[in-house]
């Protein structure tokens, strides 16, 4: 499976935003910005994943928890992603979400995962 680590990584200083404590990792907006070598206009705050695991803001940072800190393959991100939809909706994966997010599964594999997520959950 492909690694894909650019949502967060480990920072020190970024484009002139004040340096961040050791272990702080970039995220969103960030994590683009540097992972692409983009050279665009940085907003006035952006967002790291912190240590802490408290919310805050540091200067121009927003600082989020470490259990903000997205997966590192789109797969992880995604099974993550199918599990709130489920638990928002009994179980069930709302049209809206079969529709967007998941218009792949077939009726009998989504038949299949609310099944395996009844079994777990319930």
């Given amino acids: ?4 680590n650019q949502n967060s990584q480990h920072i020190i200083v970024f484009h002139g935003f004040p340096a961040l404590e050791e ?10 910005i540097s992972a692409h070598g983009l050279n665009v206009p940085v907003p006035d705050h952006l967002c790291a994943i912190g240590m802490k695991h ?4 540091y ?10 800190r997205p997966r590192d393959t789109l797969y992880d991100n995604l099974v993550d992603l199918l599990i709130r939809f489920l638990s ?4 069930k994966l709302s049209k809206r979400a079969r ?24």
Avoid at 1 to 4: A, I, K, L, P, R
Avoid at 59 to 68: D, G, N, Q
């Fill in 1 to 4: 499976m492909t690694y894909n």
């Fill in 23 to 32: 272990g702080d990792r970039f995220a969103g907006y960030s994590a683009l």
């Fill in 54 to 57: 408290k919310k805050y803001d």
């Fill in 59 to 68: 200067e121009r940072w927003h600082i989020f928890t470490p259990r903000h």
């Fill in 88 to 91: 928002q909706n009994d179980g």
């Fill in 99 to 122: 529709r967007r997010e998941f218009e792949k599964l077939t009726d009998d594999e989504t038949r299949v995962i609310e099944e395996k997520y009844a079994e777990i959950f319930d």
